[in-house]
């Protein structure tokens, strides 16, 4: 049996375990919501944390809470935030109530009871922790640290590493040509290089996308309390907190335009979503694109190897899979999924509050660090390291009769048709026929029908 301690709050006694530091309305909290088992993120929850360090540091210097308060109250997150089994200490379940008022009090008691061990001072989780704050104003705004956090630290970084990669290696395979393809069917010729940049330039795109909407996402509502009148916080409370936030985590935070808005409604973290999507799309196409070139080795294109990483098939021996795309396109469909969900939570504006808070945090965390471990993962252990397979690219590269549109300005575009489909058909290469089909001659027609010119446009 758990040895217990009796706690109070505001409704009554309940029995707390006897070690733990959160108090009676975390447990409250633990009892009624036996629902995934899924706690906060540690993002969030760090986030979280650090803004109630940062808000005592207000309280103080707005003489809201005394010196040593606020000083207890700071070493007690400094205390968590190096604790590595940090996250022992908040075991609400993340579906829960739509305002994140549990798992704000969660870390208002786990503060308050730390703080109160070790400065032997007895400081109080609403009336000094969550001095000038509401969870209304208080997760919507570590909603915003958490997301920005992780973009500047994580998804930012993985997505310049993986345009780095992709650069390099695209710089490294100039020399190869292959069969362009639209439709899956052959097209035009194109340089690997070509071919590469487009991945690079997707990645870069959604970059400077991230980048244009770190003000909206870097814009707090803490100060505006329970509606957004700001009701028992001081007037510089909020312009104060993101000046000292900027300060303790060198991002630019400042403090929102409309506290109502902010509140009532989660657009900014609905449009962050949206871009973590286009991000997923892109790495979706990067995978397919590799898988496809990867197919094979003898029944497919296989016009590259991927890094063979592990065992295929527990059936067929030899055989080896592309596991790294197929990871990364999986875990793109997942935030493709979180965006939906957060789509869904963003609608869940009541009136003055939106309420689907803790889920949006969930997927929102969750899409951001599934692509920034895939973007690692796509660049380190698959497009790095894969080899070309450089005869299955030229082998059909000069049959492909649809080489022949490059005479299109000389015969016309019915008489070029007539070549293609004659060499289609006869399985021949498309010089050999535009020869005995034309008056160019055969000098004439490999300097018109080579490959690697064709990629140029001079």
């Not at 703080?115 to 209304?136: F, K, L």
């Not at 340089?191 to 003000?215: F, K, T, V």
């Not at 294109?301 to 527990?314: K, T, Y």
Request: net charge negative; aromatic share 4%.
């Amino acid at each position: 049996m758990t040895e217990v301690r009796i706690e109070k709050d505001s409704m009554g006694e309940l029995e707390v375990p006897k070690n733990a530091l959160y108090g009676a309305q975390t447990q409250r909290a633990i009892n009624n919501f036996k629902i995934s088992h899924t706690p906060m993120p540690e993002a969030f929850i760090r986030a979280l944390i650090q803004i109630k360090s940062a808000a005592a540091t207000v309280n103080v210097n707005l003489e809201g809470i005394d010196k040593a308060t606020a000083d207890a109250i700071k070493q007690a997150c400094s205390t968590l935030l190096d604790d590595k089994n940090l996250m022992q200490h908040f075991p609400v379940d993340v579906f829960q109530t739509g305002s994140g008022t549990s798992t704000n009090m969660n870390a208002n008691e786990v503060i308050a009871n730390l703080a109160s061990a070790q400065s032997n001072m007895q400081i109080h989780p609403n009336d000094h922790v969550n001095y000038g704050q509401s969870s209304n104003d208080v997760i919507p705004t570590c909603i915003h640290v958490s997301a920005s956090l992780a973009i500047h630290h994580e998804l930012k970084p993985a997505l310049t590493h993986l345009g780095k990669i992709i650069d390099e290696k695209s710089a490294s395979l100039s020399g190869y040509c292959k069969t362009g393809r639209t439709h899956l069917m052959d097209a035009m010729p194109i340089r690997m290089d070509q071919s590469m940049s487009a991945w690079s330039a997707q990645i870069r795109q959604q970059i400077l996308h991230l980048n244009s909407i770190q003000p909206s996402i870097q814009s707090l509502v803490l100060g505006g309390t329970a509606v957004g009148t700001g009701i028992n916080s001081h007037p510089q409370f909020a312009e104060q907190f993101s000046d000292i936030l900027s300060k303790e985590t060198g991002l630019s935070f400042v403090k929102a335009e409309n506290f109502f808005a902010g509140i009532a409604a989660q657009d900014t973290a609905v449009s962050l979503s949206g871009l973590c999507k286009s991000t997923a799309v892109s790495f979706m196409k990067i995978a397919n694109d590799l898988r496809w070139m990867n197919s094979g080795p003898l029944a497919g294109l296989g016009e590259i190897a991927l890094p063979a990483l592990q065992p295929g098939s527990s059936i067929m021996p030899g055989k080896v899979n592309p596991v790294i795309p197929e990871a990364v396109a999986m875990l793109s469909a997942q935030v493709i999924g979180n965006d939906a969900a957060i789509t869904i939570g963003g609608q869940s504006g009541n009136f003055e509050l939106n309420v689907m808070l803790p889920m949006i945090a969930l997927n929102l965390l969750s899409s951001i660090e599934l692509l920034s471990n895939g973007a690692i993962s796509l660049a380190d252990n698959a497009i790095r390291d894969f080899e070309v397979n450089q005869q299955n690219l030229e082998k059909p590269l000069h049959k492909n009769p649809i080489l022949v549109t490059a005479l299109n300005p000389i015969i016309g575009y019915a008489k070029a048709a007539e070549i293609a489909k004659k060499a289609y058909k006869e399985n021949r290469p498309i010089i050999d026929v535009a020869a005995e089909n034309t008056d160019i001659s055969k000098e004439e027609l490999t300097d018109l029908l080579d490959p690697v010119k064709l990629t140029k446009n001079e």
